[in-house]
């Protein structure tokens, strides 16, 4: 019998969280609510950063893990997984500057940067649950080298 590794859901569970605490964040920042907004942003920042320390603990544990499925839906999953990888790679960088300009009260720059952060960073977190769920539980069990 086959079962996902343990960090590979911590993985989903933390990307998850994060995109729910970033929903609930710009859901606040419509309403005017600021510290709310302020609490969830916060909370999704350290998830996120919790999710990068597990995620980089386990891709050294693991290695690479092959995606099991085929025909139609292996092109569909890697252009999920490409964009995934790619705006991960923006996310930090973004999250970080917006988060600086907030903390500063630099507020006129932080919702500049913020309209690009967002849409970016919540991408990231939904479709690292949508690769998760492919890889491990849809197509898998993946292959592990």
Request: aromatic letters at 14%; hydrophobic letters at 55%.
């Amino acid at each position: 019998m086959y079962s996902v590794p343990l960090l590979a859901t911590v993985n989903a569970v933390l990307n998850g969280i994060a995109a729910v605490f970033l929903a609930a964040g710009f859901y606040f920042i419509r309403r005017r609510r600021i510290a709310a907004h302020r609490a969830c942003m916060i909370t999704a920042f350290g998830v996120s950063a919790v999710f990068l320390v597990c995620y980089i603990a386990y891709h050294l544990q693991v290695g690479d893990v092959r995606f099991q499925g085929h025909g139609a839906v292996r092109p569909l999953y890697f252009s999920i997984l490409i964009s995934h990888i790619i705006l991960a790679g923006l996310t930090l960088p973004l999250a970080i500057f917006t988060m600086a300009r907030a903390l500063r009260k630099r507020f006129d720059a932080h919702r500049r940067i913020a309209r690009w952060t967002w849409p970016v960073w919540i991408y990231v977190s939904v479709t690292g649950v949508i690769v998760y769920l492919m890889v491990y539980h849809i197509y898998g069990p993946p292959l592990i080298r």
